[in-house]
């Protein structure tokens, strides 16, 4: 079995900056694609932004130049910096990896998602 775990949610003012966190664990043979996706209330949870194996990035048009995505290959986990941040991006935000267990299958895993705020 494989988790991913996130941390670093709360609350933060418009403009701020938050570093979320996501750990992976488990039977992992390896680790592809890592991602965080974001749910706001009522809406549809979207991309934010996303990592491949070779280090390329993706990122929403509204998180780019804002957020930035990398990894930490030894310890398997991936980080989610982000700047700027205003109101509309109060939102649950989800981690997201497509792994390779011991048992050679491959899943897509989802975190159990923490909340960030974006408030005055």
């Known amino acids: 079995q494989v988790q991913l775990v996130e941390s670093g949610g709360g609350l933060v003012q418009p403009g701020g900056s938050l570093r979320l966190s996501c750990a992976a664990s488990?039977?992992?043979?390896?680790?592809?694609?890592m991602a965080w996706y974001r749910q706001g209330p009522g809406k549809q949870r979207e991309l934010a932004a996303s990592?491949?194996?070779?280090?390329?990035?993706n990122y929403a048009d509204s998180a780019k130049g804002r957020f930035t995505i990398s990894t930490d290959n030894a310890k398997n986990t991936v980080y989610l910096q982000m700047g700027g941040l205003e109101h509309e991006e109060t939102a649950v935000y989800y981690c997201?990896?497509?792994?390779?267990?011991?048992?050679?299958?491959?899943?897509?895993?989802w975190g159990q998602g923490t909340l960030v705020t974006v408030s005055s």
């Open positions: 990592i491949a194996t070779g280090g390329s990035t």
């Open positions: 488990g039977s992992i043979f390896s680790i592809g694609t």
């Open positions: 997201n990896a497509d792994v390779r267990n011991t048992a050679r299958t491959y899943l897509t895993v």
